[in-house]
């Protein structure tokens, strides 16, 4: 039915002729089928879960190890462990939420930094921002340096540290309105006497100053904030 | 595997593909090492091709032929045999056989040349039409093809083996 041709199959006979007396190892097959490693999870696939095993290891555990055990090669002169992360403040409010984490750290040339970022969490919302600054420059504090230092802002919120005799905060925006920011108080864990201060407006307005008041209002500290760091976002 | 068994309902049992093994075995590794290039892989290939049919018998779903599948397992089993050895067998090595004298020396080290320059599909088909006698179908299922395409390879690796052994009488 189907086309043979002789001569071709006479050579093809010849070059691997029949082998009628093997008769394989169908026991060999059963046995290995039921105890060998899955064929399909090729040695390649091996070798690169293999490496990036290696490589979240290296990650996450070596830099544990060495900011527990203090091993010199990430430390440096005048180096204090630093503190971990502390959640200052959560809005979970569902059309809103969003997260203000701090903590205490060191610069490299040894000084103490008090470190916070705000991050929402809404589902599909990206975002966020993190600023470090010398825990000393916080709202309130007379003779605040760069404001850059100060505070963080984003798009529609800004945020950062004041002192506890700061009782209110209220951002100036640049169409002459002004929004009330909430205050809250840090946890002890974050190992500073430290207040925060989150800042909501709309996404397309500009904060022109950010203005701290005591409990009676009276005003005891303003950051005027440069127009190179205010984020438009028209919405 | 010589009778051609049709699955309609879903998973191969073990008894199947002992019987395909068992009744095909000096077949399977002829094709198997044609491919591979050398008997030792060949029987690799085969050995290898049957542990997965094993482990996979229960996703068989096909509603072609269990032959075609095991097949096709066995041709996929000694292409990986050549990838391993990181270069495709040298045929014209593996494809060694006794000759007699110089002129035969000269026709099958013509022939051993002309099919290991055959395209892949077309060495394969021809390695399963002749030295598993294959039809053209299962050929096609084997090789994930249509017979039409079969036919067609088949006859060009036809045409060229011709014409090789035309130009070796020529020049005798």
């Known amino acids: 039915m189907t086309e043979r041709n002789g001569d071709i199959a006479v050579f093809l006979d010849e070059f691997f002729p029949r082998r009628d007396e093997e008769q394989g190892d169908w026991d060999g097959v059963v046995t290995d089928a039921h105890s060998r490693r899955p064929r399909t999870f090729k040695p390649r696939r091996i070798v690169l879960a293999v490496a990036i095993l290696g490589v979240l290891v290296t990650l996450t555990v070596v830099p544990a190890l060495a900011v527990s055990e203090g091993w010199w090669f990430l430390t440096y002169d005048g180096a204090v462990k630093p503190s971990g992360p502390v959640v200052v403040a959560i809005n979970p409010q569902a059309d809103d939420p969003w997260m203000l984490v701090a903590f205490l750290t060191n610069s490299l040339n040894g000084n103490t930094e008090l470190c916070y970022s705000w991050t929402p969490y809404n589902k599909g919302v990206g975002g966020g921002a993190m600023g470090c600054s010398s825990s000393a420059a916080a709202l309130g504090e007379p003779n605040l340096p760069d404001p850059g230092a100060t505070f963080a802002t984003t798009s529609g919120v800004a945020y950062g540290p004041a002192t506890l005799d700061v009782a209110t905060v209220e951002a100036a925006l640049g169409d002459g309105s002004t929004v009330q920011a909430r205050v809250v108080t840090a946890p002890k864990a974050l190992g500073a006497p430290l207040r925060f201060y989150v800042v909501r407006f709309p996404a397309r307005e500009s904060i022109m100053r950010i203005i701290g008041r005591d409990s009676e209002g009276r005003i005891i500290g303003t950051i005027t904030i440069p127009d190179y760091m205010n984020v438009h976002h028209d919405s | ?172």
Not at chain 2, 39 to 44: A, C, K, L, N, P
């Open chain 2, 1 to 172: 595997m010589n009778s051609r068994k049709r699955r309609a309902v879903s998973g191969a049992s073990l008894i199947d593909l002992e019987s395909a093994y068992r009744g095909r075995y000096p077949d399977l590794l002829r094709v198997a090492t044609a491919i591979a290039g050398s008997v030792e892989s060949g029987r690799d290939a085969v050995h290898d091709a049957f542990v997965d049919l094993i482990r996979a018998r229960r996703n068989y779903r096909q509603n072609g032929h269990l032959e075609a599948w095991a097949w096709a397992a066995v041709v996929n089993a000694a292409r990986k045999q050549t990838r391993r050895r990181d270069s495709l067998p040298l045929l014209e090595e593996a494809l060694g056989g006794p000759s007699t004298s110089e002129g035969e020396n000269d026709r099958h080290g013509a022939v051993r040349a002309a099919i290991a320059r055959l395209p892949e599909r077309q060495r394969l088909a021809l390695f399963l039409r002749y030295y598993a006698d294959l039809d053209y179908a299962t050929i096609a299922e084997t090789l994930g093809t249509a017979p039409g395409t079969v036919a067609a390879a088949l006859h060009a690796a036809h045409e060229t083996l011709r014409q090789t052994l035309q130009e070796v009488e020529d020049n005798d």
